[in-house]
């Protein structure tokens, strides 16, 4: 397929703007996920070992629903999913299991 000037210059214009757009949805994603964290972070040192038990419960049901909802998305999306599910279930674990209910 031969492309002149003029096509070249559109695809190129169309490949910077798609650049452009996913750059500003990762600022967008690390934004959130800084907040999440943050919050995270907060939330962590008030709970009750009881509390830990229920969020873990509702959490690790709630990963569930959502990889049986998502078969569609690839593999990473699940991997990724599960690998932070875990360090978070792991934090309430241990958070558990230090504190008296």
Not at 34 to 60: E, K, N, S, Y
Not at 66 to 92: C, D, F, G, K, M
Request: hydrophobic letters at 45%; a negative charge; glycine letters at 6%.
């Amino acid at each position: 397929m031969n492309m002149n000037a003029e096509d070249e210059k559109d695809a190129l214009n169309k490949l910077a703007a798609m650049v452009v757009s996913n750059s500003e949805a990762i600022t967008l994603f690390g934004g959130q996920l800084t907040a999440l964290r943050q919050f995270i972070g907060a939330v962590m040192p008030q709970l009750t070992g009881a509390q830990c038990a229920t969020i873990a419960g509702l959490f690790a049901k709630g990963v569930e629903n959502v990889i049986s909802s998502t078969n569609e998305l690839p593999e990473e999306y699940h991997r990724s999913l599960l690998t932070q599910a875990n360090i978070l279930l792991a934090a309430l674990e241990e958070k558990k299991s230090r504190r008296l209910y």
